[in-house]
């Protein structure tokens, strides 16, 4: 039986030991991948414990994140991101505006009234000559690590992602666990390293002009597995249109599904919305603390033609025509830059 992580207002949040899944008896891994899909079709969001990333891994990753923002500023804009095919490279305070809204100029709009307080390093799978990464290896060896330890824990994020799939396959009913395999194994994914800077107090929330650290927004692909430091932020739409504290947990994986899954499932599976600000903790300097995360954004291989799961629809049939995922995503983006 899963634990719970987050239980408020209407919104349960399981904690699942991803363990149970992984290496678990028939019986076991079955029980897993009904609560881990559940919890996607409640909540859209669940928390994984045990779930095979050593927390020394995950603890270089975030040691070599907070190096690279720590870079000098003109460093960083030489490897800027460029355009939403690429979706490679840094991208400055305040350039993204992650919303619900669909529109560019409404986009735009909203940006201007209402910044995200945030920078990020965007990296994609490294066998793309068309879209090459970003890397900062030609500054430094520093530099050079960076690049291997960032390929390196991408790749491990990618198994996962395999793994996770395989849970929702049997959870959903499906005869073959490995139903997404083909979906997923080309690693069309976003490795996103977040860095939210210290700001004064009166920088963020309604004095600051309404400025928070990321704006309310689901995800736009299949699964997002969110590493978080222990600031926390993190806050999750309820049933009841509230947003409820996500509250870090040592060595466990917030693991939220996205609009395409959603799609992709014919809505049995939630994509639900979310967003950073921050936590309500006194400072006696006055100043909120930085603020670290790294998201890795799971998408299904961009060449491949998404359409309703088999047995997620009925007599009601699909709601939504089948769309090629690469475009899709390219189509979300443009918006969001």
Same mark, same amino acid.
């Given at each position: ?94 350039? &993204?505006?992650?919303? !619900?809204?669909?529109?560019? @100029?409404?986009?735009?709009? *909203? /940006? ?6 945030? $920078? ?56 073959? &666990?490995?139903?997404? !395999?083909?979906?997923?194994? @080309?690693?069309?994914?976003? *490795? /996103? ?6 700001? $004064? ?137």
């Amino acid at each position: 039986m899963a634990e719970t992580a987050v239980e408020e207002d209407n919104l349960l949040i399981p904690l699942i030991d991803f363990s149970a899944f992984l290496s678990g008896s028939s019986s076991s891994k079955r029980t897993a991948a009904h609560a881990l899909t559940t919890g996607f079709q409640r909540a859209g969001f669940i928390y994984i414990k045990n779930h095979g990333i050593p927390p020394a891994t995950i603890a270089r990753a975030f040691q070599h994140s907070a190096a690279f923002f720590r870079r000098p500023q003109a460093q960083k804009d030489v490897l800027s991101w460029t355009t939403p095919r690429s979706n490679r490279g840094y991208v400055a305070h305040g350039r &993204e505006k992650v919303s !619900d809204l669909r529109d560019k @100029a409404d986009v735009e709009a *909203l /940006r201007a009234a209402m910044p995200d307080l945030k $920078e990020s390093m965007e990296i994609g799978r490294d066998d793309k000559a068309e879209f090459p990464n970003r890397w900062p290896d030609a500054f430094d060896e520093e530099g050079r690590v960076f690049r291997d330890v960032m390929r390196e824990f991408f790749d491990t994020c990618k198994e996962l992602h395999v793994q996770v799939m395989r849970a929702i396959a049997l959870g959903l009913g499906l005869e073959d &666990e490995t139903f997404f !395999d083909g979906y997923c194994d @080309a690693g069309d994914n976003t *490795l /996103r390293l977040l860095h939210y800077p210290e700001v $004064e107090k009166g920088a963020l929330g309604a004095k600051g002009g309404g400025s928070i650290r990321a704006g309310a927004h689901t995800d736009y692909g299949s699964i997002t597995l969110l590493f978080q430091d222990d600031r926390g932020g993190l806050q999750v739409l309820s049933p009841n249109g509230n947003f409820v504290d996500a509250t870090p947990i040592a060595d466990t994986i917030v693991v939220n599904a996205g609009d395409l899954l959603a799609r992709w499932s014919n809505d049995s599976i939630k994509s639900t919305k979310h967003r950073v600000v921050e936590p309500p903790v006194p400072t006696e300097s006055g100043v909120h603390p930085a603020r670290y995360s790294i998201a890795y954004f799971c998408n299904p291989n961009f060449d491949r033609f998404i359409d309703a799961i088999p047995g997620t629809y009925g007599e009601g049939g699909k709601k939504y025509e089948g769309i090629n995922s690469g475009e899709y995503l390219v189509q979300r983006l443009t918006a969001t830059y």
